[in-house]
């Protein structure tokens, strides 16, 4: 190789230029439990790796070291066992498929690849849901983790020492509206004659991202990943149109009335992202892969929803029909989260067995909490610095005539703990109180991918 320390010193431009221009964070349902069981096995790490379709979401540029037509179709299931003054917290567990395809070529005599994938929940498609924003909730498991994801990338290899890589990501959001009509009786309810009409829509939300990846030496890898911000937006309105009736027959009195409520929330909030990668390969059959993942949560939005309700009904004098109180509007206090930098290590040692390979991986993550003590009587958000741990085991079988890159079946286990985080509320009278966090995350899977 070349000029290895020009490319070296190009390498750690463009890295520190990433610091220095990234702003915020990651965590979706990949950032939180992987993309496919190998990145899975080496805890996230793979930004300055690649080959498969976990590039579309670690480094596009990775996708530009397939050697053939790649297809990866694997499942995983995470379980939460997170608890508040050791009760259990009841968070949903999360699981479904992941899949993608990977297909190189060569553009104008130079090498191009294009990649798919998909992160699949296999209960739901998207969930939104708005807490009181007094309500404990985990921020960090909630929304963030049930969300469908898909990706689209490309990638170019300029030189045969640096990779560029560049594509949109989608994620859901959703818009819904509930209209109520028709007569309500008072004060006989159950005679009430009432209709509804419900229209929801699922729409997508784009979001940008990009990496590089430069060989400054035959063994050693740099890169960079971007990941841009987004919103996914939770806004629901209903109105009720119709007549409230007083009395019965002949003598039933009729008032015209109207209802409406407007809710707008961030069902989740993801901020821009910059991750630092390092791919070293000492030898042959070792690996040995890092990330550094800076984090600025302090553009996190709260996701309590704001409200605007409104009430026009007026009564006749002397027509005693008792009006609800309207629930008072809100705006949301500043959620306060904090920057953070997490780190992810992993290791590869592959095995051959004669025309065929065993792979032994292992990693290691911890990722800071950005939520800061929680004092007082606005917010109480969840969550605790995590240590994780993954192992994981791959095989690839070759020498199939149809399948010229082989058949792989790779399986992997991860185990994230919480740090034990005490909130200690100033206020004696807070009706939250005194909170006790503990936890842990487990979570597993299978891919299998031919490759072509």
């Known amino acids: 190789m070349r000029r290895p320390l020009a490319r070296l010193a190009l390498g750690s431009l463009a890295l520190f230029a990433g610091i220095a221009t990234a702003r915020v964070s990651h965590a979706t349902p990949p950032g939180t439990y992987g993309f496919g069981a190998r990145a899975s096995a080496l805890a996230g790490a793979m930004s300055a790796d690649g080959g498969d379709s976990s590039s579309v979401y670690y480094n596009p540029a990775g996708l530009v070291r397939a050697t053939g037509v790649r297809v990866d179709v694997g499942y995983f299931y995470a379980q939460h066992n997170l608890a508040v003054n050791d009760r259990d917290s009841a968070v949903d567990p999360a699981h479904g498929v992941v899949a993608g395809v990977v297909a190189p070529g060569r553009l104008f005599g130079i090498p191009f690849a294009f990649g798919l994938g998909t992160h699949l929940p296999d209960?739901?498609?998207?969930?939104?849901?708005?807490?009181?924003?007094?309500?404990?909730?985990?921020?960090?498991?909630?929304?963030?983790?049930?969300?469908?994801?898909?990706?689209?990338?490309?990638?170019?290899?300029?030189?045969?020492?640096?990779?560029?890589?560049?594509?949109?990501?989608?994620?859901?959001?959703?818009?819904?509206?509930?209209?109520?009509?028709?007569?309500?009786?008072?004060?006989?309810?159950?005679?009430?004659?009432?209709?509804?009409?419900?229209?929801?829509?699922?729409?997508?939300?784009?979001?940008?991202?990009?990496?590089?990846?430069?060989?400054?030496?035959?063994?050693?890898?740099?890169?960079?990943?971007?990941?841009?911000?987004?919103?996914?937006?939770?806004?629901?309105?209903?109105?009720?149109?119709?007549?409230?009736?007083?009395?019965?027959?002949?003598?039933?009195?009729?008032?015209?009335?109207?209802?409406?409520?407007?809710?707008?929330?961030?069902?989740?909030?993801?901020?821009?992202?910059?991750?630092?990668?390092?791919?070293?390969?000492?030898?042959?059959?070792?690996?040995v892969l890092a990330d550094m993942t800076y984090q600025n949560f302090a553009a996190y939005t709260n996701p309590t929803a704001r409200l605007d309700v409104a009430l026009d009904l007026n009564p006749p004098p002397g027509l005693n029909i008792p009006i609800p109180a309207l629930p008072p509007g809100l705006n949301p206090v500043p959620a306060r989260f904090r920057d953070t930098v997490s780190v992810r290590l992993g290791t590869e040692y592959t095995i051959g067995l004669g025309q065929h390979e065993l792979a032994v991986r292992a990693g290691y993550r911890y990722e800071p909490t950005p939520v800061p003590e929680q004092t007082g009587r606005d917010t109480n958000f969840l969550d605790s610095d995590r240590h994780g741990v993954s192992i994981g085991t791959g095989f690839r079988i070759r020498g199939i005539a149809a399948i010229a890159g082989g058949i792989s079946l790779d399986v992997y286990g991860s185990a994230q703990a919480l740090a034990p985080r005490s909130y200690r509320k100033s206020d004696p009278t807070d009706p939250v109180g005194d909170m006790q966090l503990s936890g842990a995350v487990f979570d597993g899977g299978a891919t299998m991918s031919l490759s072509f």
């Open 123 to 287: 209960e739901r498609l998207s969930r939104s849901r708005a807490l009181p924003q007094l309500q404990p909730r985990w921020e960090l498991f909630d929304n963030r983790v049930q969300l469908l994801y898909l990706a689209a990338d490309i990638a170019i290899a300029p030189w045969p020492w640096l990779r560029i890589g560049a594509g949109l990501s989608f994620v859901s959001s959703t818009r819904g509206r509930l209209d109520i009509y028709g007569d309500i009786a008072f004060p006989q309810a159950a005679q009430s004659r009432l209709r509804h009409a419900v229209d929801a829509d699922l729409r997508a939300v784009r979001y940008a991202q990009a990496g590089l990846q430069i060989d400054v030496m035959d063994n050693l890898t740099l890169a960079f990943a971007y990941r841009g911000e987004f919103r996914l937006a939770l806004e629901i309105d209903a109105t009720v149109l119709g007549n409230v009736v007083v009395g019965s027959g002949m003598n039933a009195v009729r008032v015209p009335g109207r209802y409406d409520l407007a809710s707008r929330s961030t069902a989740v909030f993801l901020p821009q992202n910059a991750v630092l990668g390092v791919r070293w390969k000492p030898r042959p059959a070792l690996l």
